[in-house]
């Protein structure tokens, strides 16, 4: 996965922001000051734009009382040749994000953007959402009766600097009969997801087990996305006005 050039660390889970001014390395021309002395709020987050009308990953925020607006990025979802899906699911969330810190009109730096895509993974094969029904059925005919991966990739933009990171999960999934399939994909469910499941809803009758983050397989790691904001906060002091205004 690329790595973004905008904060050190970048794809770990522990992560940090420089400390110094620095230079913008998206395209940016201005400076970027990050301050030291976190706020003394602990809920003094900053205000969040979400890249994204996923209505999973909206709820996983309003849910954890996390204030945002949404604002989707349109860019292509497809993986590179001889990318892994950890650097996809990286590339595509840090793309997504700094697609709409680009045109977001009158962004401030108490504005945060984020970007988040879900890949899954069998057997060194990465699934995205599938591209029609016989795609999804495709896709569950892989995954049943196996264990498998689910990476989100996270970026966050604030001031021009793209801080990223991902959390992964690992799902299993009972064997699924070829009516299983069949009836599932009829439902229409797996059309958007990826996968073709969705852990909150019908699919949850076949899968028993899940190692790690819940909220990851619906679409969000929310606990990652929660402390980066806070990382976040630290380095932009936010109004102590700023309110829930998730939508």
């Known amino acids: 996965m690329e790595k973004s050039e905008g904060s050190p660390d970048v794809g770990n889970r522990e992560w940090s922001a420089a400390r110094e001014p620095t230079k913008c390395r998206e395209g940016c021309d201005s400076l970027v000051s990050m301050a030291t002395a976190p706020d003394?709020?602990?809920?003094?987050?900053?205000?969040?734009?979400?890249?994204?009308?996923?209505?999973?990953?909206?709820?996983l925020l309003r849910n954890a009382g996390i204030s945002f607006e949404v604002h989707p990025a349109d860019i292509p979802e497809d993986p590179l040749p001889g990318e892994s899906a950890k650097d996809c699911a990286e590339r595509l969330a840090r793309e997504k994000a700094l697609a709409v810190a680009r045109v977001r009109p009158n962004l401030s730096p108490n504005d945060v953007v984020l970007g988040a895509d879900t890949v899954v993974v069998v057997d060194g094969a990465l699934l995205g959402k599938p591209s029609d029904a016989a795609d999804a059925a495709r896709m569950l005919r892989m995954l049943s009766g196996r264990t498998h991966r689910v990476i989100t990739g996270v970026c966050l933009v604030a001031g021009g600097v793209a801080r990223v990171s991902s959390e992964t999960t690992v799902v299993t999934v009972n064997r699924l009969t070829d009516q299983d399939i069949a009836d599932y994909v009829a439902s229409g469910e797996p059309m958007d997801k990826a996968g073709a499941y969705a852990i909150q809803a019908i699919a949850s009758r076949w899968i028993p087990r899940i190692d790690g983050d819940y909220g990851n397989v619906v679409g969000l790691p929310v606990v990652l996305v929660w402390k980066m904001m806070r990382e976040v906060s630290t380095q932009y002091p936010v109004p102590c006005n700023q309110k829930n205004r998730a939508i």
């Open 40 to 59: 003394e709020d602990p809920y003094n987050i900053p205000m969040l734009v979400l890249a994204s009308a996923s209505p999973r990953r909206q709820e």
